[in-house]
């Protein structure tokens, strides 16, 4: 499977404010961008975190993306995927709407009454992980489910699990000219951090778009 994160973070390297509310850091070109990597997704990914916060819906706003991959044979978006250990996703989740397949991670600790509610809501529900999730289990899992090319939209607790698990492929971060600051405030890899054994990235591309930076990464 190939993993590609993509994120936008401010100057100073913060995903969103320490009230953990969603903050437009990039431009209309941009989000297009983002847009295009999630219609050449089989699924797109992020944790209940970021469910909780930003109640992403996580599907395609292009229309013309939507028949570009129909022509291809696809569904009309992308799969969605949670991270969600616990099963906390609430039942009224966008992102468990009935346009796209939504798969829910959960660990073997999720109360068997929300796993339920879960499915009653749509969701297909896979365990990978005895206390959290397990990404190298659930990735797996995902593989027998036919996806191929993954897109991790985050938060930071999800992009340093996978960098820690050595599961990142590509990495495109968007700097957007802004300073959200605070110390409790997402970052682009939150998690316990790494005191050694650093992940070193080749940079592949630097390009301008809106009034910020595209930074392209091979892992
Ligand atoms: N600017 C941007 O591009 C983006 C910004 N954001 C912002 O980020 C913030 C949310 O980020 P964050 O709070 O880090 O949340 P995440 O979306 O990273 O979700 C974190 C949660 O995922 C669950 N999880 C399940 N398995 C794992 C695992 N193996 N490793 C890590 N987490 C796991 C955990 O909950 P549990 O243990 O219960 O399963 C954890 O608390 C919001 O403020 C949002 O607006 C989010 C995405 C993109
Ligand atoms: N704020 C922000 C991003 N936020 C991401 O977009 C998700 C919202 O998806 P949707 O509800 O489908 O529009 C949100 O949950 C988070 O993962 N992404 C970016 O590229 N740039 C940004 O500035």
Redesign the pocket.
């Known amino acids: 499977m190939h993993v590609h994160v993509?994120?936008?973070m401010s100057v100073d390297g913060k995903?969103?404010s320490r009230r953990r509310e969603?903050?437009?850091?990039?431009g209309d070109d941009?989000?297009a961008r983002?847009d295009e990597i999630r219609a050449d997704a089989d699924a797109v990914l992020?944790g209940v975190g970021?469910v909780l916060?930003?109640?992403?819906?996580?599907?395609l706003?292009d229309s013309a993306l939507v028949s570009a991959r129909a022509s291809r044979g696809e569904t009309d978006h992308p799969a969605r995927v949670v991270a969600d250990s616990r099963a906390r996703t609430p039942t009224d989740a966008?992102t468990l709407d009935d346009e796209a397949t939504t798969y829910v991670l959960v660990s073997e600790t999720a109360p068997e009454a929300r796993r339920a509610d879960l499915e009653a809501s749509g969701a297909e529900v896979v365990v990978a992980g005895e206390e959290r999730v397990s990404f190298l289990a659930a990735l797996e899992a995902l593989e027998a489910h036919g996806i191929e090319q993954l897109m991790v939209?985050?938060?930071g607790e999800v992009i340093f699990s996978l960098f820690s698990d050595g599961l990142v492929d590509e990495l495109s971060l968007?700097v957007?000219s802004m300073v959200i600051g605070g110390r409790d405030a997402p970052t682009l890899a939150d998690g316990e951090g790494f005191v050694a054994d650093f992940p070193r990235l080749s940079l592949r591309d630097v390009e301008r778009i809106d009034d910020g930076v595209l930074l392209t990464y091979d892992c």
């Open positions: 993509n994120a936008a995903l969103s969603q903050i437009k850091i990039s941009d989000f983002v992020v970021t916060a930003d109640d992403p819906h996580l599907t706003d966008r939209e985050g938060g968007y957007g």
